[in-house]
């Protein structure tokens, strides 16, 4: 796995080469409600670390609510890999203690965003 910088944000990874030499998706930020989020590209789907976004975009929302919510709006998270959660890592999307990591979309997160904002104090 090799690391490039590039990007408007600082470092960027480029194209991710696992051990089986397959390269599907790259890394990058988002600015998503003023707040910088690391981001994978995979397949042509920018897919975030759930983590992060629980911990840095909703923090002051309760995660049972946020449950509630991803629920009703069938918002379905995947696990990633490990040459995802490694680069994740990289990126400081996740901690680097974190053994596991879900993503979820940016089509998802925009949509949980949406019908969170009520829900969040004022920026």
Do not use: W
């Not at 003023?34 to 929302?61: E, P, R």
């Amino acid at each position: 796995m090799f690391l490039t910088c590039e990007g408007t944000l600082g470092v960027t990874p480029g194209a991710t080469t696992d051990y089986g030499g397959r390269a599907n998706f790259h890394a990058g930020y988002q600015r998503i409600e003023g707040i910088n989020l690391g981001y994978l590209q995979i397949d042509g789907t920018q897919m975030f670390a759930l983590a992060q976004v629980l911990s840095d975009l909703f923090k002051d929302i309760p995660r049972a609510t946020i449950s509630r919510k991803m629920e009703t709006l069938k918002i379905k998270s995947r696990r990633c890999d490990l040459a995802e959660l490694r680069t994740l890592k990289a990126i400081n999307s996740v901690p680097t203690r974190a053994v596991k990591c879900s993503l979820i979309s940016k089509a998802d997160l925009e949509a949980l965003c949406t019908s969170c904002k009520s829900l969040s104090p004022s920026r």
